[in-house]
């Protein structure tokens, strides 16, 4: 049985990278030109699909190319926004933040909120980090201790709870709980 099912999922990996070559070919008929037949191939994803042993899904793969200009215009067509450029156009995430802060990659960081629900965000040049003790300084600072995002690193590494103050998906501020 165990010798069947891997013979059944190699069969279908290698159907489905051959199903992958040629749609990625779109608009080309080198197979019909060439004189080989797919046909062969869809029969065989079809009676593999059939088959009691093996299960999956299909994912269609997203239209590429689908803007085009007119040769010689030199005009492209629209692409979506950078990052950077979305800031100032209200695309994010908004609202202020109480929980615990967990670091995911160099300047992203996660925080829990309630219920176990996690908000990503990611810290700037200019977000305050504000430590009372636990991301930096000293617990009888008044007003807290400007900290570095390498000390927040640290604290979110280890686990560090914090407000988070996020403005379009940036963290404006992040003060630790005193």
Not at 47 to 66: F, L, N, T, Y
Not at 68 to 84: C, E, K, Q, Y
Not at 122 to 147: N, R
Request: with cysteine.
């Amino acid at each position: 049985m165990n010798r069947h099912l891997r013979k059944a999922v190699v069969a279908s990996a290698a159907i489905t990278a051959g199903l992958l070559m040629t749609a990625c070919q779109s608009g080309s008929d080198s197979a019909a030109g060439s004189g080989t037949s797919t046909t062969s191939v869809a029969a065989t994803a079809t009676e593999s699909a059939r088959s009691p042993e093996v299960s999956g899904s299909e994912r269609q793969a997203p239209q590429q190319g689908s803007g085009s200009s007119a040769p010689g215009t030199g005009s492209a067509s629209p692409s979506r926004d950078t990052a950077l450029e979305g800031i100032d156009k209200g695309e994010g995430v908004n609202g202020t933040w109480f929980g615990n802060v967990s670091y995911l990659a160099p300047g992203k960081y996660t925080v829990s909120g309630q219920k176990g629900s996690e908000q990503e965000f990611l810290v700037a040049e200019d977000t305050e980090i504000t430590g009372y003790d636990d991301i930096c300084g000293d617990p009888s600072a008044a007003g807290g201790t400007k900290c570095t995002e390498a000390q927040l690193e640290t604290a979110a590494k280890k686990g560090v709870s914090a407000e988070v103050v996020i403005k379009n998906g940036i963290a404006t501020s992040v003060r630790d709980d005193h």
